[in-house]
């Protein structure tokens, strides 16, 4: 008896997109120029990089990277969250198989979704520099104009 309801659940489990997709996707990450600081914010523990990089994210995970490097100014992405082609027929299949507990398992591990943009591509902006907090020095002052030449009239 316990064969057949492993037999079933795997039966109906086989539509799940957890099943065909998984519950992690590859984010790629590149920067112009490279060698930028990302850090990965959103995972179980933010996850830093230097760019060209990638780093492996859970589907459910509402993700931001931020690029920082000394000279330019820092950004933030956030990523959003959009369903797929490939998730939406995983999901869809749990209507065939999968039933309510193929759905339940796809919405709790956001396996029908896929992050975007993904590659991330930013293009870093030089930073400003800060203008000095002091004022400009005072400027020396002239020497007095000579006195005219005198004539003799």
């Given at each position: 008896?316990?064969?057949v309801g492993i037999a079933a659940l795997s039966v109906m489990l086989g539509g799940c997109a957890?099943?065909?997709r998984g519950t992690t996707e590859n984010i790629s990450i590149s920067s112009?120029?490279?060698g930028v600081e990302a850090v990965v914010s959103g995972m179980d523990?933010?996850?830093t990089c230097t760019t060209p990089?990638?780093?492996v994210v859970k589907r459910n995970a509402d993700i931001s990277i931020t690029f920082q490097k000394e000279g330019y100014?820092?950004?933030v992405v956030s990523l959003s969250r959009d369903i797929q082609t490939g998730g939406a027929a995983g999901f869809a299949g749990?209507?065939?198989l999968g039933g309510v507990v193929g759905m339940g398992v796809d919405a709790a591990t956001g396996a029908a979704t896929d992050h975007k943009p993904n590659p991330v591509i930013v293009t870093m902006q030089p930073s400003i520099p800060a203008r000095s907090a002091r004022p400009p020095a005072p400027k020396k002052p002239r020497a007095p104009a000579p006195p005219p030449p005198d004539t003799g009239t």
């Open positions: 008896m316990r064969l957890s099943v065909t112009t120029p490279s523990v933010p996850t990089c990638s780093v100014e820092p950004q749990n209507l065939l």
